[in-house]
T-cell receptor
């Protein structure tokens, strides 16, 4: 158990809908990272938040957004869903202070199926 | 741009045999390198990491990896594979910025024959 929790574990929805994925980082970790794992794209970095502020952006679609709250949990919002958004979405957390690097601990993921 | 290549998509080894999974990276400076394992239906678990210093790093579950700058490689090894090692293995490189985002290879699926 990494200490990172993600809910829900599975999500099935229809095209055009909006969903919210939730992540709680390990106690003490200030950074939250979101990754998407799909068969055709592999594991891709989406976005990072550090202590409530956006730190880095990767291959995240405009239909997707994220935020990190004062209690450090994070939510990834996916809207106008398409079939191609079906994937496993991972959250990871790390201490990751400015100017330093720390390993990331991954949650179990949320499997999103868009029908 | 940073990138990671895992040349072998699928590898099958017999239980008790040795294992080497290949990883090549493209990076402008000294990289931060990682190996993660993903069992079916599970998240990613960190096996080992290289930041600096000794180029041979030891990890959990009896795995080790060697950083070779001249070959831009960070291959994962295990002297004797157990059936429970069957999983997907990912090599990753850390970003040059202070964000810490990871760039992953495509993964290698390991099958273990009894």
């Amino acid at each position: 158990d990494s200490g990172v929790t993600q809910t829900p574990k599975h999500l099935i929805t229809a095209t055009g809908q909006r969903v919210t994925l939730r992540c709680s980082p390990r106690s003490g970790d200030l950074s939250v990272y979101w990754y998407q794992q799909s068969l055709d794209q592999g594991l891709q970095f989406l976005i990072q938040y550090y202590n409530g502020e956006e730190r880095a952006k990767g291959n995240i679609l405009e239909r997707f957004s994220a935020q990190q709250f004062p209690d450090l949990h994070s939510e990834l919002n996916l809207s106008s869903l398409e079939l191609g958004d079906s994937a496993l979405y991972f959250c990871a957390s790390g201490v990751s202070g400015r100017g330093s690097y720390n390993e990331q601990f991954f949650g179990p993921g949320t499997r999103l199926t868009v029908l | 741009a940073q990138s990671v290549t895992q040349p072998d998509i699928h590898i099958t080894v017999s239980e008790g045999a040795s294992l080497e999974l290949r990883c090549n990276y493209s990076y402008g400076a000294t990289p931060y390198l990682f190996w993660y394992v993903q069992s079916p239906g599970q998240g990613l678990q960190l096996l080992l990491k290289y930041f600096s210093g000794d180029t041979l790093v030891q990890g959990i579950k009896g795995f080790e990896a060697e950083f070779k700058r001249s070959q831009s490689s960070f291959n994962l090894r295990k002297p004797s594979v157990h059936w429970s090692d069957a999983a997907e293995y990912f090599c990753a490189v850390g970003s040059s910025s202070n964000t810490g985002k990871l760039i992953f290879g495509q993964g290698t699926t390991l099958q273990v024959k009894p």
